[in-house]
């Protein structure tokens, strides 16, 4: 981690130069390293060269040397037997020869050293080195060791003639080694040549790399400018997709055009959403992560009363500050991450109040990250006026009917006493007085049996609310119902129903009223099933199932409306009532039914009542 922190630190910023310096080295180093084999070699081949330059002199003055010293003792009457007579006289035949090979190559020092003698017998050129004739070499000298081995040596130090490389040759005669032949030159004058290889290489390597340079910095530049374009052309499109970037060669080219189609492909998919945008009724107003206004569409502007320019990328929250209540669907988004969906809100105007609906949610983009919130207004003001219209209409309308209802109810039994009254007002005998008084009174009983119904459906008192345990309160229902014999009751309760928060009293009421639907709508064997299950974390659900009768499609719509009944002796406020009691717990009743298939009515009850509306 330490390291890549290092190397950011220590890289250019700048593209280009990066891509000088990685090229720069990338060609610098291999020439670099190339010199310096060049160098090595270069030093390698210079003393093998002047290894091979030495022996080869060494084997001429061996050539030279011909049979041996012996040959050239012939003539000296002494032999070998006077030393220095010898010495003398194999010089006076050899020095010619080795100040030959000498003179052919300045520098270069060479003679013969006799083994049996002990002494160097010449030392070319003589004029320089002649008093070293007749001298015996150190007991260290490696020429002891050619001598010895008789194989050729090199060496490199100081021997006789100073710091030289010594190229020695062993004379082998008759199979026995008499001496040997040397050929050296100053390590001085090799240095001076190696110099000049390491300065010829040198020159070489800087040339290499500053060639590399050039082309390196030619091509780069020449780069830079096309990826300029390309940065350039970017930087405008972020600002205008009408204007691409100017066409390139090459893969940058490539590039281009592809940047090209993509600017094209979303100037067409900005129109479109732009054009959406405008002509939707709907207001879109959309902030980013900071708040600020991104996109404010026509119906925001007639909305707000502000043109889209004068909010465009300010603060929402500082802008609308007044309409708070509005705003606060697409902050609570914003903030929260939660959405809201058709939230209703209140905008005075100062013509009126408009109403309208929020609809908020979070902005991602293509990596699904947030970038802000969008909100939705729907302006519902004139489609609440005539749902007020609507609604006014259907009140009137179930007015009407509820009044056509109550009056043939009441007609029915008026009607028949008004007749017996007549028919004993013109008289009668004392036994059809008592018979008819008594119809009269049973009439007079449906009357105000139906008038304590309805004043019982009006006037619905306010549900007392306490713990109810709903297991209980369903057996006590089912023992209450009276159903014929051959009908069963069948209860499927879970045990461990949570209480909930009722009034006992109407729940039984409607619960009882269910059951006896249900049994009289099976009019020979057959069962009613109760079950309540727990729903959710928050409510139970209770169902009612018969395998009776059912009830007509064309019917299933009216059978919660007042003095609606499919029985030919019901009032039709039974199910009514049901749905005014479940209604005032905040539960839900839904009633669904097949001819001859049987009925299924189900409640949803909540487990704990919600507070009063007002209430904190």
């Not at 060479?110 to 004029?127: E, F, M, N, V």
């Not at 499919?566 to 717990?585: E, F, N, Q, Y």
Request: net charge negative.
């Amino acid at each position: 981690m330490r390291l890549k922190k290092l190397s950011e630190r220590l890289l250019p910023a700048k593209m280009r130069q990066r891509l000088m310096l990685t090229s720069f080295v990338m060609v610098a180093l291999p020439i670099f390293l190339l010199g310096i084999i060049l160098q090595h070699e270069g030093r390698e081949a210079l003393l093998n060269e002047k290894q091979d330059k030495l022996f080869s002199l060494a084997r001429i003055l061996d050539i030279e040397l011909g049979p041996g010293f012996d040959a050239l003792l012939a003539d000296l009457p002494s032999g070998w037997e006077n030393r220095q007579a010898a010495i003398a006289h194999l010089n006076a035949k050899l020095a010619p020869v080795t100040d030959k090979i000498a003179a052919s190559d300045p520098g270069v020092g060479c003679g013969y050293y006799s083994r049996r003698l002990d002494a160097i017998i010449t030392y070319g050129p003589s004029k320089d080195y002649g008093g070293t004739v007749g001298r015996a070499i150190a007991a260290d000298h490696p020429g002891r060791d050619v001598m010895a081995v008789g194989k050729p040596s090199v060496e490199t130090g100081a021997l006789v003639r100073g710091s030289i490389m010594n190229a020695m040759l062993p004379i082998v005669r008759g199979g026995e080694v008499i001496g040997y032949i040397w050929a050296n030159e100053f390590t001085d004058a090799i240095e001076r040549q190696e110099q000049t290889v390491d300065r010829t290489v040198l020159a070489i390597t800087l040339g290499g790399i500053l060639l590399a340079g050039l082309v390196i910095h030619s091509m780069s530049k020449r780069l830079s400018r096309e990826v300029d374009v390309v940065v350039g052309g970017l930087a405008g499109l972020k600002n205008d997709l009408r204007k691409p970037i100017r066409p390139l060669r090459g893969e940058l080219g490539e590039i281009v055009d592809a940047v090209n189609i993509m600017a094209r492909a979303l100037l067409d998919a900005r129109t479109l959403t732009e054009n959406i945008l405008t002509s939707i009724a709907d207001g879109v107003v959309a902030v980013d992560l900071d708040g600020r206004i991104t996109a404010f569409n026509p119906a925001a502007e007639v909305m707000y009363g502000v043109p889209a320019a004068e909010v465009m990328g300010r603060s929402y929250r500082e802008l609308f500050a007044d309409h708070m209540h509005v705003a606060s669907a697409l902050l609570d988004t914003l903030d929260t991450g939660h959405s809201h969906i058709g939230v209703a809100l209140e905008l005075p105007r100062t013509d009126a109040v408009w109403r309208l609906t929020a609809t908020s949610s979070i902005l991602h983009d293509g990596e699904n990250r947030r970038i802000g919130a969008v909100v939705v207004l729907k302006d519902v003001s004139e489609r609440d006026r005539l749902m007020v219209q609507v609604m006014r209409a259907d009140r009137l309308a179930a007015l009407g009917e509820l009044t056509a209802s109550i009056a043939h109810e009441i007609r029915n039994p008026l009607t028949s006493i008004r007749g017996f009254i007549q028919y004993l007002g013109d008289g009668g005998e004392p036994e059809e007085w008592s018979r008819y008084s008594k119809i009269i009174i049973e009439e007079v009983d449906v009357l105000n049996e139906t008038i304590s119904k309805l004043l019982a459906f009006g006037r619905l008192r306010p549900p007392q609310m306490t713990e109810v345990d709903v297991v209980e309160l369903i057996k006590d229902v089912s023992f209450l119902a009276n159903g014929p014999a051959s009908v069963q009751i069948d209860l499927q309760i879970d045990k461990d129903l949570p209480k909930i928060d009722a009034d006992a009293e109407a729940l039984k009421q409607a619960l009882l009223n269910l059951l006896i639907n249900a049994l009289q709508a099976i009019a020979d064997d057959g069962t009613v099933v109760v079950t309540a299950r727990r729903h959710g974390d928050d409510a139970i659900r209770i169902e009612v199932r018969d395998d009776g009768v059912g009830v007509a499609p064309n019917h299933l719509n009216k059978v919660f409306d007042p003095f609606f009944s499919t029985k030919p002796s019901g009032t039709g406020l039974g199910l009514a009532m049901v749905h005014r009691i479940i209604d005032a717990h905040h539960g839900v009743i839904s009633f669904d039914s097949r001819v001859d298939y049987g009925t299924i009515v189900t409640i949803e009850l909540p487990i704990v009542a919600p507070l009063p509306e007002g209430t904190a």
